[in-house]
């Protein structure tokens, strides 16, 4: 009898510990290399998660698209068969329409500017947004103002640009944008866009200097032309059943997790901002740094008319005025 018991107890001793030390694993990707402003993000978010639960939240990180593309993995997010992305805006207006209005070209000044729309009243308004669509959005982070680049010609004014066959984003502000310069639109998700302007599919594309930097774009393209033409958002996604299941306190341990993670890739990038064009330059490139920006947005003028009716003025210039 004694001996029954004292199995009984070691089981239930052996059960106890295992429950305490049980870690729910969940998985994180991005589209690009682990050694870029995306990869820092979600290595920075995974050790946060891990330190503020204590160890009982795992995250697996995958990176270079290993997972699929931003637009499948944001998908799998929504379904649940992934718990968790870190993407740019590029294809997240598919999902929920009202951020389409942050891909607006020349709405932002600088940097400074958009950090301070994305993490004020305007920003978390939008954030509330995707809760009604199957996620919890837990902090906005960045891709920086984004550049073209092209294998055809130095790009000085907005006329370069007719003709060229462009990759985009699947974002249909972008498309509608780049019709407006005489773009050749070619919408494609981004782990197939290096071997598309490798085999001349392709002309050209455009990216912040951090994502040309960590896909090695310099490889096959020899024109960079720092347009600055739209400020790229980057999101931590979870899926909304999952954040829901989550303790009180591990729900704010996520959210701080991505605001750590956010703070890290900012910082990346502005590294990133700092050197690209020095290092772009080592490496071959053709950079044009001193464009008329003005050219470029008057070019636009019809195009920003239609936004305008699109989005409400209202809208536009309470991002455009936000101190």
Known sequence: MKISRLVLALTLAAGFVASAAAQTTMRISISVAQNSHQGVAI????????????????????????????????????????ALAFSSTGPVPNFVPETKILDVPFLFRDKAHARAVLDGPIGQELLAKFDAKGFKALAWAENGFRHMTNSKRDVKAPEDLKGLKMRTMENPVHIAAYKGFGIVTTPMAFPEVFTALQQGTVDGQENPLSVIIAAKFDQVQKHLSLTGHVYSPCIFLMNKAEFDKLSAADKQAFIDAAKEGAKANRARVDEDDAKGVADLRSKGMTVIDNLDKAKFVAALAPVNAEFEKQFGKANLDRIRNYK
Not at 46 to 51: G, Q, S
């Open 43 to 82: 290595d920075t978010f995974a050790k946060e998660v891990e330190k503020r639960t204590s160890g009982r939240y795992k995250i697996q990180t995958f990176y270079s698209g290993s997972l699929g593309g931003e637009r499948e993995s944001i998908e799998a997010v929504q379904l649940g068969t992934q």
